[in-house]
């Protein structure tokens, strides 16, 4: 059988409230995905350009 890898993906969504960054890439209602990303770094930094291109809040959802 063969050995299942656990990798983080981290997504950036877009939002009628602003920018979500998540962890994991899933299907959310009303929410669009802009990028998904296996490095925390490079979906926040995504994030952030796409929050200042669009004048809006970004909201940090992670898992614990």
Request: aromatic share 8%; charged share 15%.
């Amino acid at each position: 059988m063969p050995a299942t890898i656990n990798q983080a993906l981290f997504t950036v969504y877009l939002t009628a409230q602003g920018i979500e960054l998540r962890s994991g890439c899933e299907d959310y209602p009303n929410c669009h995905p802009l990028h998904t990303s296996k490095s925390y770094e490079l979906a926040h930094q995504f994030a952030q350009v796409a929050s200042e291109n669009r004048n809006l809040p970004i909201t940090i959802l992670l898992d614990k």
